[in-house]
């Protein structure tokens, strides 16, 4: 069984702010899961992967904007790793950089042996592209988008104006910049 950190749970049902109702439902259903509500979960703990998938499932239903949701929700990863843990300035500075050290952040947040290493199947400056599979086969399109929007936060934190993250087949992206 694949778990996530309780940092991440606890964005998710934030993000979920605008919809009441579907928050204190995900609050229900955190507590009934973890015997805490998602503002009470340990930043760092280790909880259950499904916990999140199914959160994620709520969050894009009960969004209009339906799979932007996750993208968004994929922005606001390494803000949130940010004021958890602390991020090296120097990475901001260094884009190739930062999409290697998030294949580190990615092992430091989810743990399982359903979690699988990230490929980096080109590495150069102004492109990289890199295959990241999901760590649960539940809702693959919104891991898809998810991952997207994790990189395209990437590129925003480095204040990358030129950007583009492109989703191909099999949980592969393209990630293109220029400065």
């Given at each position: 069984?694949?778990?996530?950190?309780g940092?991440f749970?606890?964005?998710?049902?934030?993000?979920?702010?605008?919809?009441?109702?579907?928050q204190?439902?995900a609050?229900?259903?955190v507590?009934?899961?973890?015997g805490?509500?998602?503002?009470?979960?340990?930043?760092?703990?280790w909880y259950?992967?499904?916990?999140?998938c199914e959160?994620?499932?709520?969050?894009?239903?009960?969004?209009l904007?339906?799979?932007?949701?996750?993208?968004?929700l994929?922005?606001k990863?390494y803000p949130?790793?940010?004021?958890?843990?602390?991020l090296?300035?120097?990475?901001?500075?260094?884009?190739?950089?930062?999409?290697?050290?998030n294949?580190?952040?990615?092992k430091?947040?989810?743990?399982?042996?359903?979690v699988?290493?990230?490929?980096?199947?080109t590495?150069?400056?102004?492109?990289?592209?890199?295959?990241?599979l999901?760590p649960?086969?539940?809702?693959?399109?919104?891991?898809?988008r998810?991952?997207?929007?994790?990189?395209?936060?990437?590129?925003?934190l480095?204040?990358?104006?030129?950007?583009?993250?492109?989703?191909?087949?099999?949980?592969?992206?393209?990630?293109?910049?220029?400065?």
């Amino acid at each position: 069984m694949a778990e996530i950190r309780g940092k991440f749970i606890t964005l998710l049902c934030s993000l979920m702010g605008v919809y009441k109702t579907q928050q204190e439902e995900a609050n229900e259903f955190v507590q009934l899961n973890t015997g805490k509500g998602f503002k009470e979960l340990e930043a760092e703990g280790w909880y259950d992967y499904d916990i999140y998938c199914e959160l994620m499932s709520r969050y894009r239903s009960a969004s209009l904007s339906k799979d932007r949701a996750m993208v968004t929700l994929g922005q606001k990863i390494y803000p949130t790793i940010r004021s958890t843990m602390g991020l090296p300035e120097s990475l901001m500075d260094n884009l190739l950089g930062f999409l290697k050290f998030n294949e580190e952040v990615f092992k430091a947040s989810i743990r399982g042996k359903e979690v699988a290493p990230m490929k980096f199947l080109t590495i150069e400056e102004g492109e990289v592209i890199i295959q990241s599979l999901p760590p649960s086969d539940k809702y693959p399109e919104l891991h898809m988008r998810l991952y997207e929007g994790v990189y395209l936060g990437i590129l925003e934190l480095c204040r990358v104006k030129e950007k583009k993250v492109e989703v191909l087949d099999n949980f592969t992206y393209r990630i293109t910049w220029s400065l």
